[in-house]
Structure formats: structure tokens, C-alpha cells
């Protein structure tokens, strides 16, 4: 069975730009989160997203948003970048609501120039 | 404010020891805790996850002891090898909700 799969895996945008991130779970999973990981602050929890519906957000500022598809597949997008936006994206799924095993992909680089 | 505090931040360990990390938590909502192993480059890898129901859970050299008067809850890798070297999280979620609150990171190095 595939694991989670994130594309790109790695990306240099400019400040002011925005950025899209995608996300593949696990087949049958339907439960998609996203995380931030930065050497400062951590692991941080974005958002979560099951049945093309956003359950669960994250102290993210508004320029962080996302979004579910019909097969699960979810991406995230960045608007107006920051340099402090640099960072390991990672995608995690789950069965379902209630299964609270996540499992992550890769992660994508962002680097903010 | 940090849900779920990590020590030590850094372990060194001769290979065949003992590797302990642990953890501490304020929120008594928390009602999942798993560990989470990441080697550099990768995303972090399900290891090991306990329930509050129970004080001990053991997956080959992988034990999890938990506290639940004490709010904290440790991992403990036994006869550790040098492939064990990677950053490990424990992290707490409450049920349902998915949205996973993570320690600081112990980065974990075996030395032959």
C-alpha cells in the first residue's frame, strides 16, 4: 500500500508570492491534516480536513488556508509569502475522524527567498 | 504555550543500552499519546501509541510508560542500535479531533 504522498517535495518562492502544496493519503484514508515543522517553533498543527470539510484549524494567520477533494486528496495554499513562512510541510491521514493514527508524508521545503 | 513539554532535548547512548525520553502534559482532555521517530529529510514515522487505560504498552524494543496522576508518559528503546539515531517527538491528541500537539524533539544518537 502506498504511503502518503506530497508534491512538490521541494520549492524556493520569493517573498509577496503565493504557493500551493499537495497531498495524496493513503488509499481508504479520508481524514487529511497538515503540519508546519521549523527548526524555532517546532511541530504546529495548520488544519484539518475530512469529507472536503475543514474540522480543525490551527493559530495560523488567514494566509494559510486549504482544501479537500472528493478522493480525499487535499492541498494547502500560502498567499503573500514570508520569510518566516520557510519551513517542512507535512501531510498526514487517517482513516477516519475517529482512527487517530496519522501517518505523514515526506514533507515539502519551502524556502522563502 | 507548550502542550506537551520534552526532556532531554538531546541523548547520547552506547549501542545495546537503554534510551529514555519523556514527556509531560497540562491538558487531561489529551487522550492519545504516540511517538513519533523522523530521521533527516523524512517526515516522522507512527512508532508506538498509548491510551490513558492503560500504564504500559510494549512493541518490541519500543515500551511506553504512562502516568496519568502524573501527566507524563515516557519511551524507553531498549538494547538501542545505532540505526535508532534520529529525532523522536511524543506528541498528544484529544480524541476526535485530530489535531496533533507535539513535544520539542528529543534528537537521539547511538554510539557504537
Known amino acids: 500500500k502506498a504511503g502518503v504522498t506530497q508534491t512538490p517535495r521541494y520549492l524556493i518562492k520569493t517573498r509577496g508570492q503565493q504557493v500551493t502544496l499537495s497531498c495524496s493519503p493513503i488509499?481508504?484514508?479520508?481524514?487529511v491534516s497538515w503540519y508546519q515543522q521549523t527548526p524555532g517553533q517546532g511541530l504546529q498543527f495548520l488544519f484539518e480536513?475530512?469529507?472536503?470539510?475543514?474540522?480543525n484549524k490551527g493559530n495560523f494567520p488567514g494566509r494559510f488556508s486549504g482544501r479537500q477533494f472528493s478522493n480525499s486528496r487535499s492541498e494547502m495554499n500560502v498567499s503573500t509569502l514570508e520569510l518566516g513562512d520557510s519551513a517542512l510541510y507535512l501531510c498526514?491521514?487517517?482513516?477516519?475522524?475517529?482512527?487517530?493514527?496519522?501517518?505523514f508524508g515526506p514533507g515539502t521545503r519551502l524556502t522563502v527567498l | 504555550q507548550q502542550q506537551v513539554k520534552q526532556s532531554p532535548q538531546s541523548l547520547i547512548v552506547q549501542k545495546g543500552g537503554i534510551s529514555i525520553i519523556n514527556c509531560a502534559y497540562e491538558?487531561?482532555?489529551?487522550?492519545?499519546f504516540p511517538w513519533y521517530q523522523q530521521f533527516p529529510g523524512k517526515g516522522p514515522a507512527l512508532l508506538i501509541a498509548?491510551?490513558?487505560?492503560?500504564s504500559e504498552k510494549k512493541e518490541g524494543r519500543f515500551t511506553i510508560s504512562f502516568n496519568k496522576s502524573a501527566k507524563q508518559f515516557s519511551l524507553h528503546i531498549m538494547d538501542s542500535q545505532p540505526g535508532d539515531s534520529a529525532t523522536y517527538f511524543c506528541?498528544?491528541?484529544?480524541?476526535?479531533?485530530?489535531?496533533?500537539?507535539f513535544g520539542t524533539g528529543t534528537r537521539l544518537t547511538v554510539i557504537p
Open positions: 498526514a491521514s487517517s482513516r477516519n475522524v475517529r482512527d487517530n493514527e496519522q501517518f
Open positions: 498509548i491510551r490513558p487505560d492503560v
Open positions: 506528541a498528544a491528541l484529544v480524541e476526535g479531533a485530530n489535531n496533533l500537539f
Open positions: 491538558n487531561t482532555a489529551f487522550d492519545y
Open positions: 488509499s481508504g484514508h479520508r481524514s
Open positions: 480536513y475530512f469529507s472536503e470539510t475543514q474540522r
